[in-house]
């Protein structure tokens, strides 16, 4: 059972199409990361994000429910991408719940450095730690 894949959550509906377009970047450079570090990864986002804005589904997790509990179900574990809105997701929150019915691990991603942990923390990483100032344009 090596070869069973990780369950990469992380934030994605929002009202603003460009937010939801960020976020789906944004995961996508996470999972390449652990994918280049040998990790077998599959992002819910990643895959759905195209397929939604091209068709015009729906993007509200009600939608994808089905889909990606279908899809938790084979996998070895949960990991959450700590990315911007990924405590108030309610995506992330109905995964979690499934990875806990389930019996499957659940594991914390630093979007930054990619450390994971067991444990909901802020990595202690440069770009975690570093308040950026903000810029006036
Ligand atoms: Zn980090």
């Known amino acids: 059972m090596q070869d069973r894949l ?12 460009d937010v ?11 999972a390449g990361d652990l994918m280049g570090k040998g990790h077998l990864i599959f992002s ?8 939604c804005e091209t068709r ?5 997790f009600t939608f994808w429910e089905r889909h990606d509990r279908a899809i938790l ?6 990991w959450v991408v700590q990315l911007p809105g990924y405590k108030e997701s309610q995506g ?3 995964e979690k719940a499934c990875a ?10 630093c979007p930054h450095c990619c450390y994971f942990s067991a444990v ?13 100032p903000t810029l006036n344009l």
Request: positive net charge; glycine residues 2%.
């Open 44 to 51: 819910p986002v990643c895959h759905t994000h195209l397929i």
């Open 56 to 60: 015009g589904l729906p993007f509200e």
């Open 100 to 109: 806990m019915d389930s019996g499957i691990p659940i594991m914390y991603v």
């Open 92 to 94: 992330i929150w109905a």
């Open 20 to 30: 939801r377009a960020a976020r789906a970047l944004a995961v996508a450079k996470v």
């Open 120 to 132: 909901d923390a802020t990595c202690q990483c440069p770009s975690s730690t570093t308040t950026k």
């Open 73 to 78: 179900k084979a996998c070895k574990a949960l």
């Open 6 to 17: 990780i369950y990469l959550a992380s934030p994605y509906s929002h009202h603003d199409p």
